[in-house]
């Protein structure tokens, strides 16, 4: 049975810091793997999406990579700014369903 | 950008009481799903459809649970007999593929339910 973890479960930093949130999965048997954020009381926003055959994608200041074999991907945020302060949810997509990591809550200080 | 929709954004219903939440998927997407998240834990899969049947549900989605592709547009999640611990954040969303592949899923505001 699929298990996605995250690491850290919180994490605060200066803003302008560049910071890597963790997401890594128990059976790299997946077809791809999404980033979300979550605002507090609010929904899923889609951040990245990697294929299976992907390694990393890139949008604006965030950076996903995905390493199969191992299990892993990572979230890199460069140059943090207070607006980027949420939940960092990772979902795999396994047997038509995403299986999701309990996320990282964020908080960049000013 | 296309977005999925979901109304209401709140719902309080009392214990025993049924509730429909509805959603509007994009439009040329063919899978739809709900998912829930209660209060501090992980997000949920409830179940899956496509082609007005339901293609996978998890073990929370019971008798007390079901969905319906009612005029083409909206998707709805009718909670029967609702209980305490059916609050929960409800998310719907939709995807062009059975995977996610290539556009990954696009997810609903969600509806907050609150059972009292």
């Known amino acids: 049975k699929q298990e996605v973890t995250q690491i850290p479960a919180a994490l605060s930093v200066p803003e302008g810091e560049n910071l890597v949130l963790n997401c890594s999965f128990t059976?790299?048997?997946?077809?791809?793997l999404q980033w979300f954020r979550q605002d507090p009381g609010k929904g899923l926003t889609s951040l990245l999406l990697?294929?299976?055959s992907q390694r990393e994608q890139t949008s604006g200041r965030l950076n996903a990579s995905l390493d199969k074999s191992s299990g892993r991907s990572t979230l890199y945020i460069a140059a943090s700014q207070p607006g980027d302060s949420a939940t960092y949810l990772c979902?795999?997509?396994?047997?038509?369903?995403?299986?999701w990591g309990a996320g990282t809550k964020l908080i960049i200080k000013p | 950008e296309p977005e999925v929709t979901q109304t209401p954004s709140h719902q309080v219903t009392q214990m025993g009481q049924e509730v429909i939440l509805r959603c509007v998927p994009i439009?040329?997407?063919?899978?739809f799903y709900w998912y829930r998240q209660i209060l501090g834990q992980k997000v949920e899969f409830l179940v899956s459809?496509?082609?007005?049947?339901?293609?996978?549900k998890s073990e929370i989605f019971d008798d007390q649970f079901s969905v319906e592709r009612p005029d083409g547009s909206n998707f709805t999640l009718k909670i029967r007999s609702t209980k305490l611990e059916d609050s929960a954040m409800y998310f719907c969303?939709?995807?062009?593929?059975?995977?996610?592949?290539?556009?990954?899923?696009?997810f609903g505001s969600g509806t907050r339910l609150t059972v009292v």
């Open positions: 459809f496509y082609n007005n049947e339901i293609s996978e």
């Open positions: 990697i294929q299976s």
């Open positions: 439009s040329n997407h063919l899978y």
């Open positions: 979902a795999v997509v396994g047997d038509y369903q995403l299986i």
């Open positions: 059976d790299s048997a997946i077809y791809n």
């Open positions: 969303a939709s995807s062009a593929k059975a995977t996610g592949v290539n556009y990954g899923y696009t």
